[in-house]
T-cell receptor
């Protein structure tokens, strides 16, 4: 079983829709969770960073972590065509876990006008 | 300049060429990373430098040779590459607390798109 699973999509939604992107993981030691957005021909850009369980909101974006289910989500409200990109989840156990972040393969999102 | 800057953005080379990729970070971070990104695969960590010392080498072939002259600069020297080495090569940096990343997020450059003929 891969440590981090993420549906590659593509996911296509109309403009204004609420988007839900998800990752599951197997390592219960993970406690730091990140979402990155990667546009075509660009590097990953940090979107959200959370520690442990709970919700974090930043504008139209909400990151949700459920450690009991080993499941994280990114919600995008009022989606825009400019949100079309690949979204990568990443996670780390933190202290004494080395330097690596564990990435999902990314979900490709297309928001159509 | 801010963030993480990578040059060149695109590189085409033959299998016998020698070239270098350059990365510079302006974030004051102490850890720097090289990743390989191929289609439909998760990011693959290649090398990690912490305070200019190599701390991880994830079974990367010797045709890839990293160099970190100071905490702001990172190079990846390439020699005798294979067609399967064609990919996007990403540099990243992160802060450290207590001498380790401790879950801190990494900040990426826009990568070098490498094509091996």
């Amino acid at each position: 079983q891969k440590e981090v699973e993420q549906d590659p999509g593509p996911l296509s939604v109309p403009e204004g829709a609420i988007v839900s992107l998800n990752c599951t993981y197997s390592n219960s030691a993970f406690q730091y969770f990140m979402w990155y957005r990667q546009y075509s021909r660009k590097g990953p850009e940090l979107l959200m960073y959370t520690y442990s369980s709970g919700n974090k909101e930043d504008g139209r974006f909400t990151a949700q972590v459920d450690k009991s289910s080993k499941y994280i989500s990114l919600f995008i409200r009022d989606s825009q065509p400019s949100d079309s990109a690949t979204y990568l989840c990443a996670m780390s156990a933190g202290s004494n876990s080395g330097y690596a972040l564990n990435f999902g393969k990314g979900t490709s999102l297309l928001v159509t006008p | 300049e801010t963030g993480v800057t990578q040059t060149p953005r695109h590189l085409v080379m033959g299998m016998t060429n020698k070239k270098s990729l350059k990365c510079e970070q302006h974030l004051g971070h102490n850890a720097m990373y090289w990743y390989k990104q191929s289609a439909k695969k998760p990011l693959e960590l290649m090398f990690v430098y912490s305070l200019e010392e190599r701390v991880e080498n994830n079974s990367v072939p010797s045709r890839f040779s990293p160099e970190c002259p100071n905490s702001s600069h990172l190079f990846l020297h390439l020699h005798t590459l294979q067609p399967e080495d064609s990919a996007l090569y990403l540099c990243a940096s992160s802060p450290m607390t207590g001498g380790a990343p401790n879950g801190q997020p990494q900040h990426f450059g826009d990568g070098t798109r490498l094509s091996i003929l």
